[in-house]
C-alpha cells in the first residue's frame, strides 16, 4: 500500500516541483516503486524529465475526462522504479475544464485506489493555490511536504496551509499528517534565512526536516536536461540532499 | 488618465510582487501619482509594504463585495504618491468567496473608472495563475509586464501568458498591449541564464526590456521591514535597477 505524499505551498517559486521531482527520483534509487503525479496544469514535473506534448500518450487531464484509464495514463522514465503521470494540458480550453472537474474533490482519491497497492511512494506536484487540484492532492494524501523558500513570505504560506489542513481534516481527510517542512534553496548566514530560520522554528519546529536543500545551480540545470540532478550530476550537492531526505522520509515512515 | 499595468506570469517565484512594488515606489520617486493594487488572495503586496490584517481599513475584498467604496480601499504609504489597495483576505473563506465573485471578469474595470483620473499609474501584482483575479486584472489592464527569472520553465511560461493574452484581446480588451519582458533576479554567465536569454530573445527579443533585475540580496531584506528597495537601501543594485525600470516604463509611455 503505497504512502501519498502531496508536495504543496500556497507560495509560487519555493521548490515544490523541484522536490517532487528529486525526491521521487531519489526514492527511485533507493528501489522504492515510486510514482510522480503531476498536479499543476502548467506540467513542469512532466517537463522536468523531459515529458513534452508529444511524448504524452495520455496525462491526468485524459484520466479525468474519463477518456483513459490511469494506467494508461502511466509512463515509465530512465530510473526503473520511478513512473510518472503527466497532466497533459495543452490548451486553455482543457486548462478550464480540467479544474473544473476537479470541484469534485475525491477525483484523485478515487482514481488512486486501482494502482495504490503497485507502488509505494505516490508523490504529488501540486500548483501554487489552494483550490480545484490541490484539494484533490490533499483529499488523497497520506501526508503534506511543505518546501520552503526563505524569504518574508515564508511563515505566512505555512501558517495558511496549516489552517487549510485543519479544514481538509474536517471535511475530507481526517488523518491527514504532516510529513514535514523542508528548507529549499537554502543560503546560510544571510539576514533573510536567520530572520525565517528563527520565525519557522519558533514556531514549527518539530515539523522541521533535519536534511536542508541547498541552493545548488545542478538542480536548475538537471530540469534543462530532462533529467532528475541524481541522473545529471550524482554528487552535486543538490542531488546529495534529496537522496539524505529520501533516506530521512524512508526511516520515518518504518517507524510508523 | 492612468496607464493601467498588470505585472503578471503564470509561473510562481519569478519576482512578480518584488517587481510590482518597487516599481510603484520607482514610479512615485519620479513623482507620477501611482496606485498599487494586490491581486493576489495571498496578500503579499501588502506585507512587502507593511500592511497587515490590523492596519487595513478596507481592501479589494470589501470593494468587490460592495461592503466599501474604492476611495476607501485607498491606503497611503510612506512614499507621497505612492497608494496601495490591499486585498484585506482574512480567511479561506474570504479567499473561496472573493475568488467566486472575480468570475465576473469587468469588476475591477468597472470600479477602476471611479478612480483612474487621480493617478498617472495604477500597477495590479497578480497570482501566478490565469483564472479569476488575473483575468480581472488583464481585462482592466492597458499593458502586461512579463517577470521572468531563468530557468527552464521560463520560456514555456512566457508562451502561455502570449496565448492568453490572444484570447483576453478576444473576449474582453481588445486593446491589451505587452509593457515587457523583465528579466528578474539575474545572475549572469551560468549555463540556465544563457540558454533561457537564447530561448526568450529568439522568440521574443523585440518585446525585452534594456532594463535588468540583478539578483539582490536588498529586495528580499527590504520586504521584511516593509519597505520598498529605495526606502531600504537606496543605493543598492535592486534599487537602482527598479529606478531604471521606471524612466524606461515613462520614456516608452511618452512616445505611445
Ligand atoms: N535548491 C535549488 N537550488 C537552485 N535552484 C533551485 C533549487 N530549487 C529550485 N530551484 C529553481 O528555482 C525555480 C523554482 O523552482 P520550482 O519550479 O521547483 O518551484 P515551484 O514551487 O514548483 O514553483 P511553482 O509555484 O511555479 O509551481 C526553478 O527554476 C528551479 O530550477
Ligand atoms: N532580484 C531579486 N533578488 C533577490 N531576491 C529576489 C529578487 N526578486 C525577488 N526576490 C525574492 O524571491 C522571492 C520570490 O519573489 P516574489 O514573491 O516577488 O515572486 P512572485 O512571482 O510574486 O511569487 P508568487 O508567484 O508566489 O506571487 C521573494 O522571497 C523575493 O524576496
Ligand atoms: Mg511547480
Ligand atoms: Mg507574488
Same mark, same amino acid.
Given at each position: ?73 502511466? @509512463?515509465?522514465?530512465?530510473? +526503473? ?9 495543452? +490548451? ?13 474533490? +475525491? ?26 487540484? +490541490? ?5 488523497? %494524501?497520506?501526508?503534506?511536504? $511543505? ?37 529549499? $534553496? @537554502? ?19 518539530? @515539523? ?19 533529467? %532528475? ?22 526511516? @520515518?515512515?518504518?517507524?510508523?
Amino acid at each position: 500500500m503505497a504512502k501519498i505524499i502531496a508536495v504543496a505551498l500556497p507560495k509560487g517559486g519555493v521548490g515544490k516541483t523541484t522536490t517532487a521531482v528529486n525526491l521521487a527520483a531519489s526514492l527511485a534509487v533507493a528501489e522504492q516503486r515510486t510514482l510522480l503525479i503531476d498536479m499543476d496544469t502548467f506540467g513542469a514535473s512532466g517537463l522536468s524529465l523531459g515529458f513534452t506534448n508529444g511524448t504524452i500518450k495520455a496525462g491526468l487531464y485524459e484520466v479525468f475526462n474519463f477518456v483513459a484509464g490511469i494506467q494508461s495514463a502511466i @509512463h515509465k522514465t530512465e530510473l +526503473s522504479f520511478l513512473d510518472i503521470i503527466p497532466i497533459n494540458v495543452q +490548451s486553455l480550453h482543457a486548462e478550464e475544464r480540467l479544474t473544473r472537474l476537479a470541484d469534485n474533490r +475525491s477525483m484523485l482519491k478515487n482514481f488512486l485506489r486501482a494502482i495504490v497497492h503497485q507502488y509505494d511512494y505516490i508523490i504529488l506536484d501540486c500548483p501554487p493555490v489552494l483550490r480545484g487540484l +490541490s484539494t484533490n492532492a490533499l483529499t488523497a %494524501a497520506d501526508s503534506v511536504l $511543505m518546501p520552503v523558500k526563505s524569504g518574508h513570505f515564508a511563515l505566512d504560506a505555512v501558517d495558511k496551509l496549516f489552517t487549510y489542513l485543519e479544514w481538509i481534516r474536517e471535511v475530507a481527510n481526517k488523518s491527514l499528517q504532516v510529513e514535514g517542512i523542508l528548507i529549499t $534553496m @537554502h543560503e546560510p548566514n544571510t539576514r533573510v534565512t536567520d530572520i525565517t530560520m528563527r520565525e519557522l522554528q519558533a514556531k514549527y519546529r518539530r @515539523h522541521m526536516f533535519r536534511t536542508f536543500i541547498p541552493k545548488n545551480i545542478s538542480l536548475g540545470e538537471a530540469s534543462f536536461y530532462g533529467k %532528475a540532478a541524481i541522473m545529471y550530476k550524482v554528487n552535486s550537492r543538490g542531488s546529495v540532499a534529496y537522496l539524505t531526505l529520501a533516506r530521512e522520509i524512508i526511516a @520515518h515512515a518504518r517507524e510508523e
